[in-house]
Every structure is written in C-alpha cells, then in structure tokens.
C-alpha cells in the first residue's frame, strides 16, 4: 500500500525556521520526482521546491529562492524541505507529491504558520 506522510509543520516567529519531512513507502521512492506544494486558502496549490530522481538536482520558485533548501536520502526514503528566514507570506498547508511517469501520489499535508 502506497503512503507518502508529511511532518514537521508547525507555528513559528517570523524569521524562524522548519524542516519539512515527506516519507514514501510502498513504491521504488527513488524513481521519483518529488516536489514540494503549499496551499492557501481560496488560491491554488503552488509549487514551491523540486527535487529529481536522476540527480538530485533541484528547482524552487523565485519567492523562496536563498532561503528553502529541498534535498532526499533515498536509503530512508524521504524528502525534507528546510525552510529559513520565515515570514508570515509562508504560512500555508505543505504538500509533497511524488512523481513517475503516470504515477503520482500526494501527501494530506502539514499546516505551517508562521507569526509576525
């Protein structure tokens, strides 16, 4: 049975920081692509951080650029996302979705808020 969990969500001060953890079980984790969604409510899903399977290279959307870090140990089948220099702007449910070719899985998400 396939799951992919999210952890690590949470309420921090402005400036703080989290890491973000998204576990895979029940499919080859290393095959794929994982990305790193956030949502807010009445705007659409957006993506935030990419990771490839192929070699670990890795795309971010301009507004966390410098300050979000994605990587992934495939031995432990995860993915974090370490987040940096919060602001308010951040707060958002997180989800991560892994991809192969025509198999795509999503996580249920972690709420982070961060407080001005």
């Known amino acids: 049975q396939v799951h992919l969990v999210e952890s690590g969500g949470g309420l921090v001060q402005s400036g703080g920081s989290l890491r973000l953890s998204c576990a895979g079980s029940g499919f080859t984790f290393s095959r794929y692509v994982v990305n790193w969604y956030r949502q807010v409510p009445g705007k659409e899903r957006e993506l935030v951080a990419a990771?490839?399977?192929?070699?670990?290279?890795?795309n971010y959307v301009e507004s966390v650029k410098g300050r979000f870090i994605i990587s992934r140990d495939n031995a432990k089948k995860t993915v974090s996302l370490q987040m940096n220099s919060l602001s308010p702007e951040d707060t958002a449910v997180y989800y991560c979705?892994?991809?192969?070719?025509?198999?795509?899985?999503w996580g249920q998400g972690t709420q982070v808020t961060v407080s001005s």
């Open positions: 990771i490839s399977s192929a070699d670990d290279s890795t």
């Open positions: 979705k892994a991809v192969w070719g025509s198999n795509v899985y």
